[in-house]
C-alpha cells in the first residue's frame, strides 16, 4: 500500500514541478520582453525554490516519514497549480507561492500545512476556489489507485468537502459529488465512509452526503418565518428523492431537539409553527383544518395530528370539532352576522362557517362566554343584548313589541322581561336626573 501512495506522490511531484517550471520560464520571458525586471525577479527566485522542492528519501529516518513529506509537497504542489490557473502568474501570486513553499519547507505537520495554506489562500476572494481545486486535484492523484486513505489523506477530503459545502447545498448526492472531485462513485464512497470517524459533522449514506451544522443552518433558517416545509419542496430544491431529505433530517434531530418530521409531509418547529397557524386564524377568524391545509399546502390528514402538539402554543386559537377560532376577533364577527338583529339561528351560523349545527352552537357558546354577557345562547338561537335592548327602549316608547321580541318572549320570557326592567328602570333614572337638574 505505501508503496503505490509513495510512487504516486514522487511521479506527482516531479512531473507537476516540470509543469510549473515551464510556466514560470514562459512568463519569465515575458516579463523580460515587457522590461518587468521586478517580476522577472520574482520568477527567478520561485523557478530556483521550485528546482529544490522535493523531499530526500535520505534525509527521514523511516519510509513513512518520507512519505509524509511526500503528502505535503504534493498538497502544495497541487495548490500553486490551482493558484496560477485560476488567477495567473503576477507578483501577488508569486508572494503567495513563496509563502506556500515556505511553510512546507519547514516540515510542518499535515493539518497545519492545511491550516496555514488555508489562511494563507483566504486573504484574496480567489482563495478558496484556489484551495478546492488543490484539494481535488491531490484526491483525484490518488483515489482510485488506493483503497484506504491515510488519515492526512483524509484530512485533505474533509477540508474539500467542508469548502464544498460551505459554498452551496447542504446535502450532496454522491454522484454529483464524484463529478465535482473527479472521482468515481464507489471510489469516493470507500473513502467517504470513513469520514464520520474524522468528523461526525460529516454525514455520509449511500446516496448522499451532508454537513450536519450547514443543514442545520440551511433548514432554520427555512423554518424561521413559517415554522414548517414541505418535504417535497426540498426533495427538488436538492435534487434529493424525498426519502433521502426525511432521513438527512432525522439525522439531525440529536442537535436540533425541537425538529418534527411528519411521514415524508412536512418538517416542523411546533412554537414557530404554532405563530404562524395563529397568524392565519386571526386574519380568517374561523376557519376549518381543510381550510388550513390548503393555505398550508398540505393534505387535510396531517393537519389533525401536527395540531395535537402544536395547538399546546396557541395563546389566542380555540379548537373546537375541527374549526379553529380566533378567540379575540370573535365575538365582533359574530355581532357582524346579527347586523340590527336581536337573534339568529344557529343553522344560518352553521351555514356560513361550513360546519354541523353542533359545531356551530359550540362556537356561539364561546362567543357567548367571551362576550362579558352581550351574547347569549337559547337551545337553536343566539341572541345579542345590545340589539334587544335597543329595540325593546323604542318598543316601550311606541308601545308596539316586535314580531321577533314577542317570538322571544315566548321562548325565553324571562330574558326579555328582564330586558324590559332595565330599560324602564333606565328611564325612570333620567327623568330622576331631569327633574333634579330644574330645581
Known amino acids: 500500500m505505501s508503496s503505490i501512495v509513495r510512487s504516486q506522490l514522487e511521479l506527482f511531484i516531479s512531473s507537476e514541478r516540470v509543469t510549473i517550471r515551464n510556466s514560470l520560464r514562459d512568463a519569465r520571458a515575458e516579463a523580460i520582453e515587457k522590461r518587468d525586471y521586478d517580476l522577472s525577479a520574482s520568477l527567478e527566485e520561485i ?22 513529506a511526500l503528502r505535503s509537497y504534493a498538497f502544495t504542489l497541487s495548490l500553486l497549480s490551482s493558484l496560477f490557473r485560476h488567477a495567473g502568474i503576477s507578483t501577488e501570486t508569486l508572494s503567495m507561492a513563496k509563502k506556500l513553499m515556505s511553510i512546507t519547507l519547514e516540515k510542518v505537520e499535515m493539518g497545519k500545512l ?28 490518488l483515489v482510485g489507485r488506493v483503497k484506504e486513505f491515510d488519515r492526512q489523506e483524509l484530512h485533505i477530503v474533509k477540508e474539500a468537502l467542508t469548502e464544498i459545502f460551505a459554498g452551496g447545498k447542504p446535502i450532496r448526492r454522491l454522484s454529483d459529488l464524484a463529478k465535482e472531485l473527479g472521482a468515481r462513485e464507489k471510489d469516493l464512497m470507500r473513502i467517504l465512509k470513513r469520514m464520520p470517524d474524522i468528523d461526525p459533522n460529516i454525514i455520509v449514506k449511500e446516496k448522499y452526503v451532508a454537513m450536519k451544522n450547514k443543514l442545520k443552518e440551511y433548514i432554520e433558517d427555512l423554518l424561521s418565518d413559517k415554522g414548517y416545509i414541505l418535504i417535497s419542496d426540498q426533495a427538488k430544491e436538492l435534487s434529493l428523492e424525498p426519502k433521502y431529505v426525511v432521513d438527512a433530517l432525522k439525522i439531525l434531530r440529536d442537535i436540533f431537539p425541537n425538529l418534527r418530521v411528519y411521514e415524508d409531509k412536512i418538517v416542523y418547529i411546533p412554537n414557530i409553527l404554532a405563530n404562524y397557524v395563529e397568524d392565519i386564524v ?12 390548503a393555505k398550508l399546502g398540505i393534505y387535510p390528514k396531517p393537519v389533525a395530528e401536527i395540531l395535537k402538539e402544536t395547538s399546546r402554543y396557541f395563546s389566542e386559537t380555540a379548537i373546537i370539532e375541527k374549526v379553529l377560532i380566533n378567540k379575540k376577533r370573535i365575538v365582533s364577527w359574530l355581532s357582524k352576522i346579527f347586523g340590527e338583529r336581536p337573534v339568529i339561528f344557529v343553522d344560518e351560523v352553521a351555514g356560513i362557517i361550513g360546519v354541523s349545527s353542533k359545531t356551530a352552537k359550540a362556537i356561539a357558546d364561546l362567543a357567548a362566554a367571551l362576550s362579558k354577557g352581550d351574547i347569549v345562547t337559547r337551545q337553536n338561537r343566539v341572541i345579542y343584548k345590545p340589539n334587544m335592548i335597543r329595540i325593546l327602549s323604542e318598543a316601550i316608547r311606541e ?41
Open 282 to 293: 386571526r386574519e380568517s377568524i374561523v376557519i376549518s383544518y381543510e381550510e388550513l391545509a
Open 47 to 68: 523557478e530556483n525554490m521550485l528546482m529544490g522542492f522535493m523531499p530526500i528519501k535520505s534525509a527521514f529516518p523511516t519510509p513513512d516519514e518520507y512519505i509524509n
Open 399 to 439: 308601545q308596539v313589541l316586535p314580531e321577533d321580541i314577542a317570538s322571544l318572549k315566548e321562548t325565553d320570557p324571562r330574558l326579555v322581561e328582564d330586558a324590559v326592567y332595565k330599560q324602564i328602570h333606565q328611564k325612570l333614572l333620567d327623568f330622576e336626573k331631569t327633574v333634579m337638574r330644574g330645581r
Open 114 to 141: 492545511i491550516e496555514n495554506a488555508k489562511k494563507i489562500l483566504s486573504e484574496k476572494e480567489y482563495g478558496r476556489e484556489v484551495f478546492i481545486d488543490g484539494c481535488k486535484t491531490y484526491v483525484g492523484l
